[in-house]
Each structure stands twice: as C-alpha cells, then as structure tokens.
C-alpha cells in the first residue's frame, strides 16, 4: 500500500468521491468493504493516495461504481419535496448536506408542504418504484392531530374505507392516541399513497387535520431525527426495508 506526501485518510477519500457521509464511509472500512491496493482494510487510521491507489469498496473500483444511497429525512413543515420551486420557497434540496451533492437523490414519494415527518431520499430507482409500487402495501403511519371528538362509528369507517372523490380508500389501521378540548390526536397507518389521501379521509368524515407528521414507513422509523436533519439507512434497516417489499 503506498503513503506519500498526498495520503489522505480513507474515509476522507471516499467521502470525496460521493460514496456517503464521512461517518457512512468510516461504517464500509469497519465493516471490511474497503480494498487498497488489493489489501483488505479494516482500521479507521488508514492512509493512501487517491492518485496513486487502487481503491475499491464492495469489489469496484472507485470512480467506476454507481452509488446507491438512501437518506431518511425529517421533513420540515414549510417545505416542498422538490428539489426546486419556481416559487422560490423551501425546498427539500436545502435539507440535503453538501456530502451527498453528487449522488442525484430525489424523493421517494411526497409530504404535502405543511406536512413533517419520515421523508427517503434516494438514487435507488429500483428502490423508490418499489417503495411507491401499491403491490407491496407498505404501510405509512401518521400522526395526525385533527379537529373533533371521533365517534367509533366514524372510525370504524375510516378503517374499512371512506368514499374520496378517487374512489374508496383501501382498509386504514386507525387508533385514538388523546383527547384534549376539540381536537383529537390520532395514529393511522394507510397503505396507499394518493395526493393528500390523510387530509382528505378526514375532511370525508368531517374533521380537520390541523398537523400531520410522517412517523414510519413500513419498518423504518423517523425517531428521534431532528427537524431538517437527514442520515443514511442502516445496513440493518436497508435489509428489513428490502424483505418487506419481497413479501408479495
Ligand atoms: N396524506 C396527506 O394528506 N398529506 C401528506 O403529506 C401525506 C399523506
């Protein structure tokens, strides 16, 4: 393995490249993804020169690969999910740290602008049609905090299907999380994706939604992500997000 005077440490150098984050790119060498001139690398101290090294991650050498990444974003209300607005307003690309730049994420799906919440970004085309695709039903929760008491009736109906002016919605998970005054605090987990579909159940049921955050998407879970903040997947939530939409 060569060290000259240009050696940088590796994770700066496949960070540089567009591989990921600095800390996502700490994860491959630990997790022994990382080749230097055909030697195996493991430890985070290591050195090479961009110029003169053969680096690969995965088998493929660096410069060659195309990059899959997917980022979960706590979208901000306020914010539109296009990565430009004519408008001018906020855009999820502001959300998107410099690192990732060069990788082309786009949002898989969209929140509405005054919704906040579990938002993926990703380059992953194959990933994002299948997320979007109705056959794998993964199921999107939200937290919901609308205006009124709910009746069971009305949630009964909610959970077996409220007629929108696109058709009945398919069967809803629905339940009450609290009460205080007139507005009612509700989890429901929807396993469709049309325009504004959680706004829209309840106004058919006669309620408001006066906030609406993303909180899953199948088994990924926003947490304690901060507003505006975004990280990549895990290895372990790439896995459990792949054999979900397996499952036909
Ligand atoms: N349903 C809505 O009404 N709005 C969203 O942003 C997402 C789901």
Redesign the pocket.
């Known amino acids: 393995m060569m060290e000259t005077s240009k050696s940088e440490r590796l994770q700066k150098i496949l960070a540089s490249a567009g591989i990921g984050s600095r800390r996502y790119c700490e994860r491959l060498i630990v997790e022994g993804r990382v080749t230097v001139d055909g030697k195996q690398i493991d430890s985070l101290g290591t050195k090479a020169d961009p110029e003169h090294s053969k680096i690969t991650v995965d088998g493929k050498p660096l410069g060659t690969m195309e990059v899959c990444l997917t980022l979960m974003l706590n979208k901000p209300v306020g914010v539109v999910t296009t990565l430009s607005d004519p408008q001018g307003r906020p855009s999820i690309k502001d959300c998107i740290p410099k690192e990732y730049a060069a990788l082309r994420l786009y949002p898989v799906g969209r929140?509405?602008m005054d919704?906040s919440g579990l938002l993926l970004l990703t380059n992953d085309g194959d990933l994002a049609y299948r997320v979007m695709h109705p056959k794998h039903e993964v199921t999107k929760w939200?937290q919901a905090e609308v205006t009124g008491t709910l009746k069971e009736q009305t949630l009964q109906r909610l959970r077996t299907g409220v007629l929108l002016d696109d058709g009945l919605t398919a069967p809803a998970e629905v339940q009450v999380q609290g009460q205080r005054e007139n507005r009612t605090v509700v989890l429901i987990g929807i396993r469709e994706g049309r325009n504004?579909?959680?706004?829209?159940m309840f106004a058919a049921v006669k309620c408001r939604v006066v906030f609406?955050k993303?909180l899953a998407i199948g088994p990924l879970k926003l947490g304690d992500l901060g507003k505006g903040e975004c990280r990549p997947l895990s290895n372990q939530e790439l896995d459990e997000l792949t054999r979900v939409l397996q499952e036909d």
């Open positions: 929140l509405d919704t939200y504004r579909q959680v706004r829209r609406l993303r």
